[in-house]
């Protein structure tokens, strides 16, 4: 296979930056400025995506001028995060902070996803690339002179679908996950919100909420559990196969399969009060993660920024789950501190819950236990489908392996 190198700047019209100051914000303006936190997998998360003015959006917009196919890489802190502008309407109305590059491919050159894909194989490479000491950078001048290697457009073509494949698959199971978990959540809105559970219409209100119900605090659906980190002093406390889980690892998923990091037989035994089994709930409880919330995938420990909840009942199990999903806006008014909210134990504990009677949630966890063993069992298949794709992508990219 024939491979040529170039310059990203020899094989883009323009690379530049957001707008290096700030705009105002206001809601529901339908003109969005992303940062570097709201590029994920490969895409732009408008999520929690600020909105702001439609005239600081056209001052900024003349900058970036984002277009259908333009790729978008962080370069500012956390170095490399990467995405393919969709053709959708929001892209016609998105601009940009200083913490993400926009790179407008010739398309007679190189392709959008080729380009994608290159850059996501040298992730490496441009972490080196950037400079400063206390945050990385990627400047944009070193941008524009990062060598790459580029085949044919036709070679280009085949690389980029067969890439895809994993791609689209790993996608429709996010979609598949995010149904399953929309429908139990549907389901507990009915049941435990709105009060219409089976049986509802002979049961009375009685202060409020159903005969029958009580009100409870967090710590009455079980052991609360606060994590910690063994020395980070010893290494033989890292290591092994004993899932470590910090808040960035709840980000990826309802349900925690992977972790960056993980403990040995001695450092997880060195503070064994802090295992935790399968499906316990995980509640992230200090910084700007607060009020995260996710699923074990097995017996773990957490570090001391998550407090968990492991179910006296199996009846409790998604049930709390779901209930602390709703929390977030509590678990900030209770938390104090607009830089560094932190819930502790005894916060988190006392926080106060409605507990139904025990029958119905018996019923509602065999109604919706089959969708969570589903949605892990798709998290399992995705996470092989980005290890098989992550093996594959450098051979590819670089011409070891062809289609």
Known sequence: MSWETAMLGDVCTLITDGKHGDCKNEENSGFYFISAKDIKNGKIDYIKARQITESD?????????????????????????????????????????????????????IRSHFLYYSLEKDKTRLTNTAGGAAQKNLLLGDLRRFEIAIPNLKQQDDLVSYLKIYDDLIENNKRRIALLEES?????????????????????????????????????????????????????????????????????????????????????????????????TLVACIGAGLGVVSLSSKRCQTNQQINSIVPKLEAYTFYSYLTLKDFREKLLAIGGGATMPNVNKSKFSNMKILLPNHKLLEN??????????????????????????????????SGELTV
Not at 59 to 72: A, S
């Open 57 to 109: 959006f056209a001052e900024t917009h003349r900058r970036t001028d984002l277009r259908p196919g333009d790729v978008l890489i962080t370069n500012s802190g956390t170095i490399g995060r990467l995405a393919v502008t969709e053709d959708e309407p929001r892209t016609r109305n998105t601009t940009f902070q200083k913490s993400v590059a926009i790179l407008k491919p010739i398309t007679t050159i």
């Open 184 to 280: 139990a959540r549907q389901l507990y809105k009915e049941w435990f919100v709105r009060f219409r559970f089976p049986g509802h219409e002979h049961v009375k209100i009685v202060d409020g909420v159903p005969e029958g119900w009580v009100n409870g605090v967090v710590a009455d659906l079980g052991e609360v559990v606060t994590g910690k980190t063994p020395s980070t002093k010893i290494s033989e406390n890292y290591g092994g196969d004993i899932p470590f889980i910090k808040t960035p690892d709840m980000h990826a998923s309802s349900i925690v399969l992977q972790t960056e990091q993980c403990l040995s037989e001695r450092g997880a035994n060195s503070q064994l009060n802090k295992f935790i089994p399968k499906f316990s």
């Open 364 to 397: 509602f966890h065999e109604a919706v236990a089959p969708s969570f063993l589903q949605m892990e069992k798709l998290t399992g298949m995705n996470q092989r489908l980005i290890q098989a794709r992550e093996l594959l992508l450098p051979k590819l990219m």
